[in-house]
T-cell receptor
Framework: NAGVTQTPKFQVLKTGQSMTLQCAQD?????MYWYRQDPGMGLRLIYY???????DKGEVPNGYNVSRLNKREFSLRLESAAPSQTSVYFC????????????????FGDGTRLSIL | AQKVTQAQTEISVVEKEDVTLDCVYE???????LFWYKQPPSGELVFLIR??????QNEISGRYSWNFQKSTSSFNFTITASQVVDSAVYFC????????????FGTGTSLTVIP
C-alpha cells in the first residue's frame, strides 16, 4: 500500500551516539515533516520541508538536523543523542493538490520509538 | 501564537455511554483549520475530520459528531454510544493551512471505554 515508511521502528542508543531516522513516501508529495511525541505533550513539529531542496525549523529543532535527500526521502539526524530526545518520532507528508483526492491533510508513518540511555 | 488546549487528560466511560472531548484553541488568524486525530493503542495516527474557520456547521459521521463554535473558540468531539474500539488517545490540532502545514497539536485526551 502507498504511504509513509519509517525505519527503524525501534532503536536504543547510548548518550552521545549519533543516529539517522529514515522516512520515505511514495505518494509524490511535495511536503514532508518530522514530529516528536512525548507523554502528555502531543505531537510537536521538529522540522519540515515544504518542497524538495528546502527545510525549515519547527517548534523544537534543537539537537536535530534534517536532509531532504530527494522528493521521496526526508531524514532526521541526531548528532549526539541525549536522554531528553527519548521519544516517538513521526514522519508525515502532504501535498495540496493530491490531498483533494485522498482527503487527508497529512499522511503519517507508523512512528519510530527511540530510547536514549 | 497558536495554541490548542485539551483540558481532559483522561476520560473513562462505560460502553454505550456518550462522551464529549473538549478542544479549545487560540489563534490570531482569521483563516485557520481545525482537525481531530485518533491514536489507538497500536500507535498510528488516524485522521478523523478537518474544519475550516468559515464553516461552523456541525458535522456528524456515524457515531461521531463535531461541534465548532467560533464564539467560544471550541471544536468539541462527541462519540455517541461509545464502544471498546473507541478507546484511544484523541488529538485536536490547529493549522493555518488546510494540509496541516505546521500543525499545533493539543496534548491529547486518553479515552478508555469499559465493557
Amino acid at each position: 500500500n502507498a504511504g509513509v515508511t519509517q525505519t527503524p521502528k525501534f532503536q536504543v542508543l547510548k548518550t552521545g551516539q549519533s543516529m539517522t531516522l529514515q522516512c520515505a513516501q511514495d505518494m509524490n508529495h511535495n511536503s514532508m515533516y518530522w514530529y516528536r511525541q512525548d507523554p502528555g505533550m502531543g505531537l510537536r513539529l521538529i522540522y519540515y520541508s515544504a518542497s524538495e531542496g528546502t527545510t525549515d525549523k519547527g517548534e523544537v529543532p534543537n539537537g536535530y538536523n534534517v536532509s531532504r535527500l530527494n522528493k521521496r526521502e526526508f531524514s532526521l539526524r541526531l548528532e549526539s543523542a541525549a536522554p531528553s530526545q527519548t521519544s516517538v518520532y513521526f514522519c508525515a507528508s502532504s501535498d495540496r493538490l493530491r490531498e483533494t483526492v485522498s482527503n487527508q491533510p497529512q499522511h503519517f508513518g507508523d512512528g519510530t520509538r527511540l530510547s536514549i540511555l | 501564537a497558536q495554541k490548542v488546549t485539551q483540558a481532559q487528560t483522561e476520560i473513562s466511560v462505560v460502553e454505550k455511554e456518550d462522551v464529549t472531548l473538549d478542544c479549545v484553541y487560540e489563534t490570531r488568524d482569521t483563516t485557520y483549520y481545525l482537525f481531530w486525530y485518533k491514536q489507538p493503542p497500536s500507535g498510528e495516527l488516524v485522521f478523523l475530520i478537518r474544519r475550516n474557520s468559515f464553516d461552523e456547521q456541525n458535522e456528524i459521521s456515524g457515531r461521531y459528531s463535531w461541534n465548532f463554535q467560533k464564539s467560544t473558540s471550541s471544536f468539541n468531539f462527541t462519540i455517541t454510544a461509545s464502544q471498546v474500539v473507541d478507546s484511544a488517545v484523541y488529538f485536536c490540532a490547529l493549522s493555518e493551512d488546510w494540509t496541516g502545514n505546521q500543525f499545533y497539536f493539543g496534548t491529547g485526551t486518553s479515552l478508555t471505554v469499559i465493557p
